[in-house]
């Protein structure tokens, strides 16, 4: 039995290349993604990108849904890592919340079918553990800022007492659905909802193409939701670098 054990362990040289055809399918998966939608990756589509047999891609994906679940991870990567890498480039805790929503507003206008698959709709119960954290990191990207911002200088927000009863509910929903939110106080808590869900809003309408009747006004409506949510944060209209 040990001998026929150890002869169904594969060598580091089969694991490398089952990784690499792995990689490869993703990738072909996140071409046809980028450039046609998500209807179009299918299991077929991949293989005849790859000039593979579709029941091949079963050794590396036990189904469609795991093969889509592996480029949600991928896409959320990519995103994450546009984000950091944008927020790394300035200091100021300000400048970084205004660096975060332009590179958010660019890469959605640039990605809208990965939009469309990773932010449009709620993530299914079924999806895996790592699309989960892949999410979670994404949304606290804004969150830590936020919460850096108002530890280090404050926000305008309303006193305690004057938010109503249904605020002090939505908030307190919102913050054990985030597992905490940074614990940060109710009153600045609603303020970040308010600013990212106006944030989403204005990104989302121009990734998903409903900004058409504004022409090319779009970047406009963006800069004038950002110069508000700038005016009660403190924050500038547009990056140093902008």
Not at 149 to 166: C, F, V
Not at 190 to 202: A, D, E, M, N, Q
Request: with cysteine; hydrophobic share 40%; aromatic share 8%.
């Amino acid at each position: 039995m040990a001998s026929e054990t150890a002869s169904n362990k594969r060598s580091p040289w089969r694991e490398r290349m089952r990784e690499r055809t792995a990689n490869e399918i993703r990738q072909s998966a996140a071409k046809l993604l980028n450039e046609h939608g998500i209807d179009a990756v299918s299991i077929r589509a991949v293989a005849r990108e790859l000039g593979m047999s579709s029941p091949a891609i079963y050794r590396y994906f036990s189904n469609h849904e795991d093969l889509v679940n592996a480029v949600i991870v991928d896409v959320f990567d990519e995103l994450n890592t546009h984000l950091d890498n944008e927020v790394a480039a300035v200091s100021s805790v300000r400048d970084k919340i205004v660096t975060a929503s332009w590179a958010f507003r660019e890469w959605a206008a640039g990605h809208p079918h990965e939009f469309e698959l990773i932010l449009l709709h709620p993530l299914p119960p079924n999806v895996s553990a790592e699309v989960v954290e892949a999410r979670r990191r994404f949304g606290t990207t804004f969150m830590r800022l936020f919460s850096r911002l108002w530890n280090e200088h404050g926000y305008d927000a309303p006193a305690p007492e004057e938010m109503t009863e249904q605020q002090h509910t939505m908030v307190e929903r919102f913050r054990s659905n985030t597992g905490g939110a940074f614990d940060l106080p109710p009153e600045a808590l609603l303020v970040f909802i308010r600013s990212w869900t106006k944030l989403y809003g204005v990104v989302c309408m121009e990734a998903m193409g409903q900004n058409t009747l504004l022409g090319d006004a779009a970047g406009l409506l963006f800069e004038m939701e950002l110069a508000d949510m700038g005016d009660c944060l403190g924050v500038p209209r547009r990056p140093p670098h902008k």
